[in-house]
């Protein structure tokens, strides 16, 4: 029963290592990548660029041409307005044509009522009334046709408009655009005019409401004055000053009068007192009593005298005192006359108080009463106000609006008239191109971007170094890339028949390899992760390069197909054999009796028989250890052609046995998962693994994928004839 078989390493067995990446500046844009991604998928570019140009002229052929015809409108700046205007104009003439201004102008030409007034202008609508349609639905269709063809924009920073349309039709389109032109420059003012028009008529009607309704604002008004006795507004100011006169003078002559009765007490009590007069304060500023006390101080100084020379019977004496009585008789007459004077006038002022009083009393009863008449007197005179300022308000729009109509002048005039135009607007052909050749191009860089991303097969050494942490060991090329022409005879050949062409030192390169990867390694194992890799092929070339060239063996090389499956080695040397490696291994047959020698080459093979069994058992037991050993001691070196690893589990085993494993994987072909779930599959620590090669490199366009030694094959391909 065969037993497990974990093989360490061979003796000098190199374990695979990654080799330090250098240094890589990651901030620095590499041309050489840039190009050779170019270079790699310029197919996909230059298809995706073909098919948009196509796809672009065939548009451009297919579309139907169009003319575009465009007038231009210059805005005037410096119109003299002739009539007066109205404070809307007034505010826009001080704004003066602003940016924002001449920006409204041009929606206003591509408005919908500027579209349908051109319409309407031209009778488009005749054009549309087919197929059935309604009045409005040929309209509404007309109008769209205009809206979709018509187009206005600002020249630069000047006050020209353009105003563009663009139809199937190149006189059409003149047409149209002229009309545009007409309508802004000439048809603003005539619809302008129109509604002033329109606004007169109906101002003018509000205007005559307004007169009747003032005049009959104003005949009320003037009836409830009359009613009332109210001549004016200002009624209640005068009786309100006139109430103010009456406090002034009632309140002097309340005053007047305390003084009178004061004085008239005063006078009275002295004379009550026992008093003379004399002290009685209105007798001593009279002039009369003041005479008369000069004359009664002289009759008394006169008696005085008299007295002293005279008896008190004397005649003089007597006289004197008689004259001095007459004159106190006086004195006290005037003094009654003045007392008299003060009751009078003491009365005086008490009659006119009371008088100025009832004339106080009257006024403000007359100011109540006219305060509640001039609540309603005021409500009437403003309800007059209101009125009289309705109408005249009405009445100088009025004025203005019929000095307007007629003279007003255009804001803008046509400087350019649309002309039919020679050539078509549309198709751009140049444009087209161009615009298809930019969404080619684009195209084809995100699908060759889209490629490359999904790409995962090897290209150059370095991936797999990169990639992988596994040693590279050469590339094989393609043989048609190196012979220059399409191959002759098959590859396995061309080593022989081209010993000194590039291809049959690629193998020459192998071993080389090989023997720096592994120390003088003795049973070398070829393999693959998946069918058609090209495996068998360089187990062939690689020992014929390594047996000789025919002219004298260098090395004793045994070649050995252990691929039970495909069996490509035994199907290259062809003829049927009853004995092969399954006979030797079971001992049906000697070792000597199975080889095949190459003729060319002296190369031994030991090929299958031709039976179709299979005994992997066998391939992977003790038997093959011991035919191993015994040809490793026979031959300088052993090579065997196992089966692909992934699909075939005792490749894996007689991988183990080997001293260096090769694997190939096919240029750009073999996926990197496969590579992985080879090295997965793979006993740890039991197999001696001496690298990767890539197969069926096509040397032509290698520097398109990165810098290794089939870059350079140009500069060297001398060498080789």
């Given at each position: 029963m065969n037993q497990p078989i974990v093989l360490a390493p061979p003796p000098g067995a190199l374990v695979p290592v990654s080799r330090p990446a250098l240094a890589i500046d990651t901030d620095r844009i590499d041309p050489g990548a840039l190009i050779g991604f170019l270079r790699r998928r310029w197919p996909i570019i230059l298809g995706a660029l073909l098919t948009s140009l196509a796809a672009g002229f065939a548009f451009t052929t297919t579309?139907?041409?169009?003319?575009?015809?465009?007038?231009?409108?210059?805005?005037?700046?410096?119109?003299?307005?002739?009539?007066?205007?109205?404070?809307?104009?007034?505010?826009?003439?001080?704004?003066?044509?602003?940016?924002?201004?001449?920006?409204?102008?041009?929606?206003?030409?591509t408005s919908s009522a500027n579209i349908a007034a051109v319409v309407d202008r031209l009778a488009l609508t005749r054009r549309f009334a087919t197929d059935g349609r309604s009045g409005a639905e040929a309209r509404q269709a007309a109008i769209d046709y205009v809206a979709d063809g018509v187009s206005a924009f600002r020249s630069g920073a000047t006050y020209t408009l353009s105003i563009s349309f663009e139809s199937e039709d190149a006189r059409e389109a003149a047409r149209i655009a002229n009309a545009f032109a007409a309508q802004y420059t000439q048809g603003s003012v005539t619809e302008k005019d129109a509604a002033d028009t329109r606004a007169l008529r109906e101002i003018g009607a509000r205007m005559n409401k307004a007169s009747a309704q003032a005049s009959a604002d104003a005949a009320t008004l003037s009836r409830y004055r009359l009613a009332h006795d109210l001549p004016s507004t200002s009624d209640r100011s005068l009786t309100e000053q006139e109430i103010s006169t009456y406090n002034q003078e009632v309140t002097s002559a309340r005053a007047q009068a305390a003084e009178?009765?004061?004085?008239?007490?005063?006078?009275?009590?002295?004379?009550?007192?026992?008093?003379?007069?004399?002290?009685?304060?209105?007798?001593?500023?009279?002039?009369?009593?003041?005479?008369?006390?000069?004359?009664?101080?002289?009759?008394?100084?006169?008696?005085?005298?008299?007295s002293g020379k005279y008896g008190p019977r004397h005649p003089d004496l007597a006289r004197a005192?008689?004259?001095?009585?007459?004159?106190?008789?006086?004195?006290?007459?005037?003094?009654?006359?003045?007392?008299?004077?003060?009751?009078?006038?003491?009365?005086?002022?008490?009659?006119?108080?009371?008088?100025?009083?009832?004339?106080?009393?009257?006024?403000?009863?007359?100011?109540?009463?006219?305060?509640?008449?001039?609540?309603?007197?005021?409500?009437?005179?403003?309800?007059?106000?209101?009125?009289?300022?309705?109408?005249?308000?009405?009445?100088?729009?009025?004025?203005?609006?019929?000095?307007?109509?007629?003279?007003?002048?255009p804001e803008a005039r046509v400087l350019h008239p649309a002309q039919p135009s020679d050539r078509p607007a549309r198709p751009d052909?140049?444009?087209?191109?161009?615009?298809?050749?930019?969404?080619?191009?684009?195209?084809?860089?995100?699908?060759?971007?889209?490629?490359?991303?999904?790409?995962?097969?090897?290209?150059?050494?370095?991936?797999?170094?990169?990639?992988?942490?596994?040693?590279?060991?050469?590339?094989?090329?393609?043989?048609?890339?190196?012979?220059?022409?399409?191959?002759?005879?098959?590859?396995?050949?061309?080593?022989?028949?081209?010993?000194?062409?590039?291809?049959?030192?690629?193998?020459?390169?192998?071993?080389?390899?090989?023997?720096?990867?592994?120390?003088?390694?003795?049973?070398?194992?070829?393999?693959?992760?998946?069918?058609?890799?090209?495996?068998?092929?360089?187990?062939?070339?690689?020992?014929?390069?390594?047996?000789?060239?025919?002219?004298?063996?260098?090395?004793?090389?045994?070649?050995?197909?252990?691929?039970?499956?495909?069996?490509?080695?035994?199907?290259?040397?062809?003829?049927?054999?009853?004995?092969?490696?399954?006979?030797?291994?079971?001992?049906?047959?000697?070792?000597?009796?199975?080889?095949?020698?190459?003729?060319?080459?002296?190369?031994?093979?030991?090929?299958?028989?031709?039976?179709?069994?299979?005994?992997?058992?066998?391939?992977?037991?003790?038997?093959?250890?011991?035919?191993?050993?015994?040809?490793a001691q026979s031959f300088d070196a052993v090579i065997m052609d196992t089966a692909p690893v992934l699909p075939m589990a005792d490749a894996r085993l007689l991988l183990g046995k080997a001293d260096a494993a090769v694997i190939a994987a096919r240029w750009r072909r073999t996926p990197e998962a496969?590579?992985?779930?080879?090295?997965?599959?793979?006993?740890?620590?039991?197999?001696?693994?001496?690298?990767?090669?890539?197969?069926?490199?096509d040397v032509r366009k290698q520097a398109a994928f990165g810098l290794d030694e089939n870059a350079f094959y140009k500069a060297y391909k001398d060498y080789y004839a």
């Open positions: 579309q139907t041409p169009t003319y575009l015809s465009t007038a231009e409108v210059t805005l005037d700046p410096k119109v003299e307005p002739i009539a007066p205007l109205t404070e809307e104009d007034r505010l826009a003439a001080q704004g003066g044509m602003g940016e924002t201004w001449i920006d409204t102008q041009v929606e206003v030409i009178d009765a004061a004085r008239l007490a005063t006078a009275r009590q002295q004379l009550g007192s026992g008093s003379s007069g004399e002290d009685v304060g209105e007798s001593l500023g009279s002039p009369v009593i003041a005479s008369l006390r000069q004359q009664q101080a002289a009759y008394a100084a006169e008696i005085a005298s008299l005192r008689n004259q001095l009585a007459s004159v106190d008789a006086r004195i006290a007459e005037e003094i009654g006359r003045v007392v008299s004077n003060l009751s009078a006038r003491a009365a005086v002022s008490e009659r006119r108080l009371a008088s100025l009083s009832g004339s106080l009393h009257a006024s403000e009863g007359a100011l109540r009463r006219d305060n509640m008449a001039m609540v309603d007197l005021q409500d009437l005179d403003q309800r007059a106000q209101a009125s009289r300022q309705l109408y005249e308000s009405y009445l100088g729009r009025y004025k203005e609006l019929a000095a307007r109509i007629g003279i007003r002048q052909v140049l444009l087209n191109m161009v615009l298809a050749g930019a969404i080619g191009l684009g195209l084809g860089l995100a699908c060759a971007i889209a490629a490359e991303l999904m790409f995962s097969g090897f290209a150059t050494g370095e991936e797999i170094e990169r990639r992988l942490g596994l040693r590279y060991l050469c590339s094989i090329p393609e043989l048609a890339s190196v012979t220059g022409r399409r191959a002759l005879a098959a590859p396995v050949e061309a080593i022989v028949d081209q010993p000194r062409s590039a291809f049959a030192e690629a193998f020459r390169n192998l071993r080389a390899s090989i023997a720096f990867a592994v120390e003088n390694p003795r049973i070398i194992a070829v393999t693959s992760a998946l069918p058609a890799e090209g495996k068998t092929t360089v187990a062939l070339c690689l020992a014929r390069s390594m047996a000789g060239d025919g002219n004298g063996a260098t090395d004793a090389i045994l070649l050995i197909d252990c691929d039970v499956r495909r069996r490509g080695v035994s199907r290259w040397v062809g003829g049927t054999r009853d004995i092969g490696l399954l006979e030797v291994l079971r001992g049906d047959a000697r070792l000597e009796d199975a080889i095949v020698t190459d003729p060319r080459t002296r190369l031994s093979i030991l090929p299958l028989s031709a039976g179709r069994e299979e005994d992997h058992a066998l391939l992977t037991g003790p038997a093959m250890d011991a035919l191993l050993a015994t040809t496969a590579i992985r779930s080879l090295l997965r599959l793979l006993p740890e620590g039991a197999v001696g693994l001496a690298g990767v090669i890539l197969t069926r490199v």
